[in-house]
Protein backbone atom coordinates (compact mmCIF):
# COMPACT_ATOMS: atom_id res chain seq x y z
CA UNK A 1 0.00 0.00 0.00
CA UNK A 2 1.34 3.41 -1.10
CA UNK A 3 2.20 5.72 1.74
CA UNK A 4 3.22 9.51 1.41
CA UNK A 5 4.31 11.91 4.49
CA UNK A 6 3.26 15.22 4.53
CA UNK A 7 4.22 17.88 6.82
CA UNK A 8 1.64 18.66 9.60
CA UNK A 9 -0.73 21.03 8.70
CA UNK A 10 -0.25 23.90 11.14
CA UNK A 11 -3.56 24.42 12.35
CA UNK A 12 -3.56 20.84 13.54
CA UNK A 13 -0.36 21.00 15.32
CA UNK A 14 -1.92 22.23 18.70
CA UNK A 15 -4.39 19.15 18.62
CA UNK A 16 -1.56 16.90 17.63
CA UNK A 17 0.79 18.22 20.38
CA UNK A 18 -1.55 17.78 22.88
CA UNK A 19 -2.83 13.95 21.96
CA UNK A 20 1.34 13.29 21.56
CA UNK A 21 1.88 14.17 25.07
CA UNK A 22 -1.21 12.29 26.43
CA UNK A 23 -0.05 9.21 24.45
CA UNK A 24 3.79 9.35 25.65
CA UNK A 25 2.81 10.15 29.37
CA UNK A 26 0.18 7.06 29.09
CA UNK A 27 3.51 4.89 27.93
CA UNK A 28 5.94 6.06 30.31
CA UNK A 29 2.95 5.13 33.16
CA UNK A 30 2.76 1.56 31.50
CA UNK A 31 6.28 1.37 31.77
CA UNK A 32 6.17 1.91 35.33
CA UNK A 33 6.05 5.54 36.50
CA UNK A 34 3.58 7.06 38.13
CA UNK A 35 1.05 9.51 36.69
CA UNK A 36 2.82 12.58 38.41
CA UNK A 37 5.93 11.72 37.04
CA UNK A 38 4.90 10.48 33.50
CA UNK A 39 2.59 13.97 33.20
CA UNK A 40 6.34 15.98 34.33
CA UNK A 41 8.41 13.92 32.19
CA UNK A 42 6.36 14.31 29.02
CA UNK A 43 5.52 18.29 29.79
CA UNK A 44 9.29 18.57 29.92
CA UNK A 45 10.16 16.86 26.94
CA UNK A 46 7.28 18.33 24.87
CA UNK A 47 8.46 22.02 25.82
CA UNK A 48 12.31 21.14 25.28
CA UNK A 49 10.82 20.24 21.61
CA UNK A 50 8.29 21.95 20.80
CA UNK A 51 9.45 25.80 22.32
CA UNK A 52 6.52 27.97 22.34
CA UNK A 53 4.41 25.01 20.71
CA UNK A 54 6.10 24.81 17.24
CA UNK A 55 8.78 22.56 15.97
CA UNK A 56 12.57 23.21 17.54
CA UNK A 57 15.01 23.70 14.62
CA UNK A 58 15.28 20.60 12.47
CA UNK A 59 12.14 18.46 13.67
CA UNK A 60 9.22 17.81 11.12
CA UNK A 61 5.70 16.10 12.47
CA UNK A 62 4.21 14.27 8.99
CA UNK A 63 0.90 13.10 8.75
CA UNK A 64 1.10 9.44 7.28
CA UNK A 65 -1.15 9.41 4.62
CA UNK A 66 -2.88 6.40 2.54
CA UNK A 67 -3.05 5.63 -1.07
CA UNK A 68 -6.84 7.23 -0.47
CA UNK A 69 -5.06 10.23 1.00
CA UNK A 70 -6.11 9.60 4.86
CA UNK A 71 -4.23 10.41 7.28
CA UNK A 72 -3.33 7.12 8.94
CA UNK A 73 -0.26 8.17 11.71
CA UNK A 74 2.27 10.44 12.16
CA UNK A 75 6.09 10.76 12.05
CA UNK A 76 7.97 12.79 14.13
CA UNK A 77 11.48 13.13 13.26
CA UNK A 78 15.08 15.47 13.99
CA UNK A 79 18.31 15.30 15.04
CA UNK A 80 18.96 13.59 17.94
CA UNK A 81 20.24 15.57 21.36
CA UNK A 82 23.91 14.41 20.71
CA UNK A 83 26.37 16.97 19.05
CA UNK A 84 26.72 14.70 16.42
CA UNK A 85 24.73 16.68 13.55
CA UNK A 86 24.45 13.50 11.36
CA UNK A 87 22.63 11.74 14.42
CA UNK A 88 18.80 11.32 13.51
CA UNK A 89 16.06 10.48 15.94
CA UNK A 90 12.89 9.00 15.46
CA UNK A 91 11.32 10.50 18.13
CA UNK A 92 7.93 9.25 17.73
CA UNK A 93 5.58 6.88 15.26
CA UNK A 94 2.44 5.86 15.64
CA UNK A 95 0.01 4.16 13.25
CA UNK A 96 -3.66 4.31 13.48
CA UNK A 97 -4.85 1.15 15.55
CA UNK A 98 -7.13 -0.26 13.01
CA UNK A 99 -4.90 0.69 10.05
CA UNK A 100 -1.55 -1.66 11.44
CA UNK A 101 -0.53 -4.77 10.03
CA UNK A 102 -0.77 -3.66 6.72
CA UNK A 103 2.93 -2.56 6.02
CA UNK A 104 1.71 1.30 6.69
CA UNK A 105 4.42 1.72 9.29
CA UNK A 106 7.31 0.22 7.66
CA UNK A 107 6.98 2.54 4.52
CA UNK A 108 6.32 5.57 6.59
CA UNK A 109 9.60 4.75 8.48
CA UNK A 110 11.48 4.35 5.00
CA UNK A 111 10.33 7.12 3.79
CA UNK A 112 11.58 9.13 7.16
CA UNK A 113 14.92 7.55 6.71
CA UNK A 114 14.77 8.57 3.10
CA UNK A 115 14.17 12.23 4.73
CA UNK A 116 16.83 11.68 7.32
CA UNK A 117 19.42 11.27 4.76
CA UNK A 118 18.18 14.15 2.76
CA UNK A 119 18.95 16.47 5.66
CA UNK A 120 22.54 14.47 6.55
CA UNK A 121 21.51 12.40 8.62
CA UNK A 122 24.28 9.14 9.10
CA UNK A 123 22.50 7.79 11.43
CA UNK A 124 18.62 6.89 12.60
CA UNK A 125 18.22 5.59 15.91
CA UNK A 126 14.76 5.40 18.26
CA UNK A 127 13.88 4.25 21.07
CA UNK A 128 10.88 1.57 21.79
CA UNK A 129 9.35 0.50 25.06
CA UNK A 130 9.72 -2.78 26.53
CA UNK A 131 6.12 -3.37 25.85
CA UNK A 132 5.58 -2.79 22.35
CA UNK A 133 6.77 -5.90 21.03
CA UNK A 134 5.26 -5.36 17.77
CA UNK A 135 7.31 -2.13 17.10
CA UNK A 136 10.31 -4.02 18.13
CA UNK A 137 9.81 -6.34 15.78
CA UNK A 138 9.50 -4.04 12.70
CA UNK A 139 12.25 -2.11 13.85
CA UNK A 140 14.44 -5.18 14.37
CA UNK A 141 13.49 -6.05 10.02
CA UNK A 142 14.36 -2.82 9.34
CA UNK A 143 17.73 -3.11 10.50
CA UNK A 144 17.69 -1.58 13.61
CA UNK A 145 19.66 -3.03 16.92
CA UNK A 146 19.71 -2.36 19.98
CA UNK A 147 22.10 -0.25 21.50
CA UNK A 148 21.13 -0.34 25.22
CA UNK A 149 18.78 -1.85 26.75
CA UNK A 150 17.20 -0.61 30.18
CA UNK A 151 15.66 -3.64 32.82
CA UNK A 152 13.20 -3.60 36.14
CA UNK A 153 12.04 -5.74 38.69
CA UNK A 154 9.31 -5.12 40.89
CA UNK A 155 9.47 -5.35 44.58
CA UNK A 156 7.14 -6.36 47.27
Do not use: C
Not at 45 to 74: L, R
Amino acid sequence: MPVTLRPLAARHFSAWLERSRAAYAKDLVTSGQTSEDADRHADESMAQFFPSGIPAPGHVVFDVVDDAGVTVGYLWIGPDTSDDAGAWWIWDIVIDADKRGRGLGRTAMLLGEEYARAQGAHTLGLSVFGFNTGARGLYESLGYEATSVKMRKKLG
